[in-house]
């Protein structure tokens, strides 16, 4: 049994039928790309975990976290977008990793996917709910705290006093809504997500220009508080923290790495697209925090909807209400993106025979892999019901660096295994930028402290009893 054995370019390329006719029209402009990476990066990230790395990590310094994270991810696009260039295939940085590292580390990363994936969708569920409560207590409709949180995250009252969920039933309200969309197959028409891409930038920009006129330079004061004496809690090693934490917010940048295909003039418009698209958002990001935490104390940050928060103290009445059901449906689309690649990648590994049949199972009359869809409704709302959002959020950022990290080092073994092989984009200066790619995502994964790293070993060692019990026996490229 080769636990190396990796699967031929050539023959994903077949399964997939992209040959000469099939092949993706090439429309896309540099503008259009760097459009369709602010659409993608604008989300859950921004609206759910900047407060919290604010509170417990870097405090007003979060705007120089943002730019940390900004790099790790460049690094890490231009290293994508060779593999999409070359392999325009579903199933992300699974199927990268399938041509280059071979099946075992092809699964690892398709298993650390869930975490990027499905306990993503779990972290913006919690901020959906949370913005929800926000929004209702607008109108007079104040929901039960115990029923709307985590029996892990701390409320704190109106009187100041502090009290414990027992379930976050709007969070598992918005997972199983989302689900069934995926299982009936309802997709969102091209004009809708087009209105939700305005409304989240809209949202942002809206925030900046009204927010910036209540900023308190006080709360700015010190820009860098004192390190407390523990790793990552302030200082430069809480930036660092923040950084990992906050990296959830450009989870969706390499959308622009799979329209490669589709890009005009692929080696000129994919880095434009890539970087530009980072470029602006990180802007953003950096004066959306900055007005944030100029309005609210980044003591009192360490809530599931921040920006929330932040309205309450603009005294402009309509602002809040309507930035809030902005904000609502900017985070059922994130979530719907996450839940349908999820159950992709689970469709990819079930077809490959590293799952059961059942992730691949497709509906008879709705064409959907419902099965996979139900299972990922269970797992998430679970995750939804019952784990703080500072608990998820970093889940979900410590997977999705551990998958940059693999896709760069991919960069490094494609260059040498399959030197010829066409590339409508090359990532420049290798092996200087994957390598720099790798330590820079690696740094970013240390910041989030030992009891991350051990959440994520755990989560591996049962993807690694998952393998060697089952998938290596049932392996259709081993068989």
């Known amino acids: 049994m080769n636990l190396f054995a990796v699967k031929p370019v050539e023959r994903i390329l077949a399964e997939s039928e992209i040959t000469g006719e099939h092949s993706l029209k090439r429309s896309l402009g540099p503008a259009a790309l760097v459009a369709l990476g602010i659409g993608a990066i604008i989300g859950a990230g921004i609206f759910t975990l900047t407060g919290v790395a604010a509170a417990t990590n870097a405090g007003p ?71 929800l409560v926000a929004f209702l207590h607008h109108f007079g409709i104040d929901l039960p705290p ?16 502090v009290v414990y969920g027992v379930i976050n039933l709007p969070a598992v309200f918005i997972v199983v809504i989302v689900s069934v969309i995926l ?45 407390t004496g523990t790793f990552g809690e302030f200082g430069w090693s809480g930036i660092l923290a923040g950084a990992g934490v906050i990296f959830f917010a450009y989870i969706g940048f390499d959308a622009v790495s799979t329209a490669a295909q589709e890009a005009k003039l692929p080696k000129r418009d994919m880095p434009i697209g890539i970087l530009g698209s980072l470029v602006v958002c990180t802007i953003l990001f950096i004066l959306y925090s900055y007005v944030l935490t100029g309005i609210v104390n980044y003591k009192n940050l360490n809530v599931a909807a921040p920006l929330s928060l932040a309205l309450e103290k603009i005294p402009h009445p309509w602002l809040s209400p309507a930035m ?12 719907l993106v996450m839940l349908l690649g999820q159950s992709r990648v689970f469709y990819s590994m079930s ?84 390598i720099l790619g790798i330590l820079c995502n690696l740094a970013l994964m240390l910041g989030l402290g030992w009891s991350n790293w051990a959440r994520l070993i755990a ?7 998952i393998y060697f019990g089952y998938s290596r026996y049932h392996s259709k490229l081993q068989a």
Request: include cysteine.
């Open 61 to 131: 310094a979060i705007v120089l976290a943002f730019i940390a994270a900004a790099i790790g991810c460049g690094l890490a696009g231009l290293c994508y977008s060779e593999f999409a260039s070359m392999i325009p295939i579903a199933g992300s940085a699974y199927t990268y990793s399938y041509a280059t590292m071979g099946e075992f580390l092809a699964w690892i990363i398709g298993w650390d996917l869930i975490l990027e994936y499905a306990v993503g969708a779990a972290t913006v569920s919690i901020g959906w709910s949370q913005t």
């Open 146 to 161: 115990s029923w709307s949180a985590s029996p892990f995250q701390p409320i704190t009252l109106a009187d100041g006093s």
């Open 183 to 227: 299982m009936i197959g309802i997709k969102e028409s091209a004009n809708v997500n087009t209105v939700i891409v305005f409304l989240k930038v809209a949202v942002v920009v809206t925030f900046i220009a009204i927010g910036w006129a209540y900023i308190n330079p006080s709360n700015h004061e010190p820009l860098i508080p004192p390190n």
């Open 324 to 335: 809030n059901l902005a904000v609502l449906a900017g985070l059922t689309s994130v979530m």
């Open 351 to 434: 077809n490959d025979g590293l799952l059961p049949k059942l992730f691949s199972d497709v509906h008879p009359k709705f064409r959907t892999p419902y099965k996979s869809n139900l299972v990922l409704m269970i797992f998430v709302g679970v995750f939804a019901a019952f784990a703080p959002i500072s608990v998820v959020g970093k889940m979900t950022s410590i997977g999705t660096l551990l998958a940059f990290v693999l896709v760069c080092g991919g960069i490094l073994v494609m260059r040498k295994t399959h030197a010829n092989m066409p590339r409508p984009f090359k990532t420049p200066l290798v092996p200087l930028v994957p």
């Open 459 to 465: 989560w591996l060692l049962i993807g690694f009893a």
